[in-house]
Nanobody, 119 residues
Framework: QVQVVESGGGLVQPGGSLRLSCAAS????????MGWYRQAPGKQQDVVAT???????NYANSVKGRFTISRDNAKNTVYLQMNNLKPEDTAVYYC?????????????WGQGTQVTVSS
């Protein structure tokens, strides 16, 4: 069993910063990739950023230059540094850790953490 716990969300003023953390516990042999997703009220969940096991990253256009995804594979942890936050960034942020076991991939999701950007 794998448990994924997120932290770091909160209320921040426009232009401020937050750092989200997501740590997985349990038996994880190999992480395929990790990512952050967000969902605003009434909207579909969108990918924010992903990071592969080799360190390569992808970002949504809306966050490029402002957000940075990083990870510590040894700790099964992924981070999202969010700078210059905008009200449009307000959403529930979810992390996903994908484990590869042999020929199969398994997705583990965090519980979500609220990020609110408002003055």
């Amino acid at each position: 069993q794998v448990q994924v716990v997120e932290s770091g969300g909160g209320l921040v003023q426009p232009g401020g910063s937050l750092r989200l953390s997501c740590a997985a516990s349990g038996t994880i042999l190999s992480i395929n990739f990790m990512g952050w997703y967000r969902q605003a009220p009434g909207k579909q969940q969108d990918v924010v950023a992903t990071i592969n096991s080799d360190g390569s990253t992808n970002y949504a256009n809306s966050v490029k230059g402002r957000f940075t995804i990083s990870r510590d594979n040894a700790k099964n942890t992924v981070y999202l540094q969010m700078n210059n936050l905008k009200p449009e960034d307000t959403a529930v942020y979810y992390c996903k850790i994908q484990e590869r076991l042999g020929r199969k991939d398994y997705d583990y999701w965090g519980q979500g953490t609220q990020v609110t950007v408002s003055s």
